[in-house]
Nanobody, 121 residues
């Protein structure tokens, strides 16, 4: 079992930056790929970024490529999402998840409760 808790969300102006964190507790964090997904009001949950268990492989949604960076610290059981040049359309609840390296949400077994990110124009 793995418990995931996101933090770092908040209100930011367009063009600003935020860093989300996801702290894991339980066994074998370093065995899992970690992903970030987001869900805006009235929309389906969508893939944002993923990182392999070693950190050697990362994938990003086209909409965030070049502006968001996913990273992990296995010694701290934490995964991060650095978000820069934020746009209002990034407003959503952001979720971290643990599973296999994939853009598909059904490849992830454990999910956090989410953290709200609001980008004002």
């Amino acid at each position: 079992q793995l418990q995931l808790v996101e933090s770092g969300g908040g209100l930011v102006q367009a063009g600003g930056s935020l860093r989300l964190s996801c702290a894991a507790s339980g066994r074998s964090f370093s065995s899992y790929a970690m992903g970030w997904f987001r869900q805006a009001p009235g929309k389906e949950r969508e893939f944002v970024a993923t990182i392999s268990w070693s950190g050697g492989i990362t994938y990003y949604a086209d909409s965030v490529k070049g502006r968001f960076t996913i990273s992990r610290d296995n010694a701290k059981n934490t995964v991060y999402l650095q978000m820069t040049s934020l746009k209002p359309e990034a407003t959503a609840v952001y979720y971290c998840a643990a599973g296999v390296t994939s853009r598909a949400s059904n490849s992830y077994y454990y999910w956090g409760q989410g953290t709200q990110v609001t980008v004002s124009s």
